[in-house]
């Protein structure tokens, strides 16, 4: 009995191990996972070196220091909220996080520099989360997110609002590829309201969106957007509007020709010129259409037909109900479609890199949102930028956009999606479909109808010709005198005829 015990606990025994120990630890057996935690690890030692022993640079941190205690001195003129480095030019979000920042720190430099090197790897941690959910870089390539000098002085020895913007659009984006379309633009909303260069990821953000959300999600996704938008500019807005969106919202801001980095070759009267900003802005709309069309909707025909593929049916859809209301289906919400993730993380990072190639001055915190390369890396740390680092700069960007432009473009839908190109055709085959029986249902009613009222119609007529044949055989008979009881009503004088005429 004894030993039939021992047998079956040892034959048992592994089952209960993997019970309790559910195989070995994730983190073991993927390498993304591992090295991207020794990473973590050891980017967290760098930076509390840099914090302990590297001078902290003094740019912007009063300026928003004064900004912030404005603000909530009661402040609420766009106008009034100054600066050591000039005027406030940022959305309301950026307030508010500097309030909670200034709370936490005493508006003390050390403690900002320490919560900043939080944040540093918190949106390091958030980039290698995105990196590790695609097969965009392999593995090893991690390895470059953490070599860059200029990004690290950017979060704890600048303590620039960029910092926290480019963390709240990666949070998005890590949103954004689990299909969280509504949460990501919630936050990537709140990334805006901080900073508006997040703004150059909008275009490939809203083509995606388009691809993965009925007409009706996308409405309600940019109406969710924008109400954030209003909610953190209300106090503003109530009481000083113009003030507050001509500050906040400026797109016309002209940039100082000495802190460009990327454009620094170009004459300063250029530079500043209005027709040198319409020639980039006509150079960045021109060159997302080119990879809208050939690149991001090649598997769709392009960019047009994508986009007639998806308004068309609404129109006709809109068409048709307002002639007959339709129910709703199951086949009404198959629009939905699932995108790959690496799809997802090419779009948004090639369509934020276009806008950097055309932007009319980089400044040097404008390189948290930019990839690492060895080049591009040295011509962000030559401070301040020459004519030939410029110069540089920016054949460099156009050599990657060469090669990004090369590249074969991605099949966007997930492989377990049945939503293939061919869906638009499906869904308006069910559609139509839908249509076409509720259409059939209504004709059926009618002709049921018209069917009855053809079966009353020809029962009133024989009831009116036996009527008739009885009157007739009356007179036959010489019975005119009783007439009929269905003539009753009828007058004497055309009974005398009657009789006349039988005569």
């Given amino acids: 009995m004894a030993a039939r015990s021992t047998a079956a606990t040892q034959r048992n025994s592994p089952q209960r191990r993997r019970i309790s120990n559910p195989s070995n630890p ?41 900004q912030v205690s404005g603000f909530l001195g009661g402040e609420r003129d766009y106008a009034n909220l100054k600066g050591d480095t000039g005027p406030l030019v940022y959305p309301a979000g950026y307030l508010y996080f500097y309030s909670a920042i200034q709370y936490v720190t005493g508006g003390q430099v050390y403690p900002a520099q320490i919560l900043f090197g939080i944040f540093y790897i918190v949106n390091l941690g958030i980039i290698l989360f995105i990196y590790g959910k695609t097969n965009v870089v392999p593995w090893w390539a991690f390895t470059l997110l953490c070599l860059s000098k200029r990004v690290h002085s950017i979060f704890v020895l600048r303590l620039f609002n960029d910092c926290l913007a480019m963390m709240l659009l990666y949070a998005s984006l890590a949103a954004l590829l689990y299909q969280r379309w509504h949460l990501g633009l919630i936050i990537f909303s709140g990334a805006v309201s901080i900073k508006m260069n997040v703004l150059l990821y909008a275009p ?39 003030a507050y969106v001509s500050r906040a919202f400026n797109l016309g801001r002209v940039f100082i020709h000495f802190w460009s980095v990327n454009f620094k070759f170009v ?41 007639y593929s998806r308004l068309d049916p609404l129109k006709l859809k809109f068409a048709l109900t307002s002639s007959f209301p339709l129910k709703k289906s199951s086949s009404s919400h198959s629009s939905a479609r699932v995108l790959r993730k690496e799809y997802i993380v090419t779009t948004m990072f090639v369509g934020n890199f276009i806008g950097i190639v055309c932007a009319r001055s980089l400044h040097y915190q404008f390189y948290s949102c930019v990839m690492l390369f060895i080049g591009v890396e040295f011509c962000w740390n030559v401070f301040p930028s020459s004519i030939y680092s410029s110069a540089m700069l920016l054949f460099l960007h156009l050599v990657i956009l060469v090669g990004l432009w090369s590249a074969p473009p991605e099949y966007p839908y997930d492989g377990h999606d049945s939503e293939d190109p061919k869906q638009s055709t499906a869904d308006m085959s069910a559609f139509v479909q839908n249509l076409l029986q509720q259409m059939q249902s209504r004709f059926q009613t009618m ?23 009885i009157n007739d055989l009356k007179t036959e008979m010489g019975m005119e005198g009783s007439p009929s009881p269905m003539q009753q009503s009828k007058p004497v004088a055309d009974e005398v005829k009657q009789d006349e005429g039988s005569a």
């Fill in 26 to 66: 994730k983190i073991l057996k993927d390498p993304k996972l591992l090295f991207a935690s020794a990473l973590l690890l050891c980017d967290s030692f760098l930076v509390a070196l840099i914090v302990a022993y590297v001078p902290y640079t003094k740019i912007d941190w009063d300026a928003y220091m004064s």
């Fill in 204 to 242: 490939p953000l809203l083509l995606l969106m388009l691809k993965a959300m009925s007409i009706s999600g996308v409405i309600s996704a940019l109406a969710g957007a924008a109400l954030l938008q209003i909610l953190l500019g209300m106090p503003f807005i109530m009481s000083h509007p113009f």
């Fill in 267 to 307: 004459p300063e009267p250029i530079f500043v010129s209005k027709a040198f900003a319409i020639l980039l802005l006509i150079a960045h709309l021109g060159l997302l259409t080119a990879f809208a069309h050939y690149r991001w909707c090649m598997h769709e025909g392009g960019l047009f037909k994508f986009l």
């Fill in 447 to 469: 002709s049921d109808s018209i069917v009855t009222k053809n079966i009353l119609f020809s029962m009133g007529s024989r009831i009116n010709e036996l009527e008739s044949s």
